[in-house]
Nanobody, 118 residues
Framework: QAQPVESGGGSVQPGGSLRLSCTAPGFASNPCGVEWYRQPAGKQRTWVSSISPTGTKLYSDSVKGRFTISSDKDNDTVYLQMSSLTPEDTAIYSC????????????WGQGTQVTVSS
């Protein structure tokens, strides 16, 4: 399974927006979908959002209503539109693709840094 590749991170002021991209080869035909995680410096990585190729979308409570996940199946790309950003959203954001029985075999991207600061 090919490694997904993230892009779109950067620095933004509180209240601003960023859009992350995850190019995930095979997404359109992979029932496991794509997941976004984030890891603030010195803290554990936590799940943020996920999307399946059939369009099922899930969000963590911490981002619900502020982040929107979407996909472009023609290009095997998943987007994470992040709005109303706060300093607490500062983290390395990584996408993950999975395969195998119960989607247990995961492949992580290299991650992209998002910094929210005034």
């Amino acid at each position: 399974q090919a490694q997904p590749v993230e892009s779109g991170g950067g620095s933004v002021q509180p209240g601003g927006s960023l859009r992350l991209s995850c190019t995930a080869p095979g997404f359109a035909s992979n029932p496991c979908g794509v997941e976004w995680y984030r890891q603030p410096a010195g803290k554990q990585r936590t799940w943020v959002s996920s999307i399946s190729p059939t369009g099922t979308k899930l969000y963590s409570d911490s981002v619900k209503g502020r982040f929107t996940i979407s996909s472009d199946k023609d290009n095997d790309t998943v987007y994470l539109q992040m709005s109303s950003l706060t300093p607490e959203d500062t983290a390395i954001y990584s996408c993950k693709t999975s395969s195998g029985t119960m989607c247990r075999i995961g492949v992580w991207g290299q991650g992209t840094q998002v910094t929210v600061s005034s």
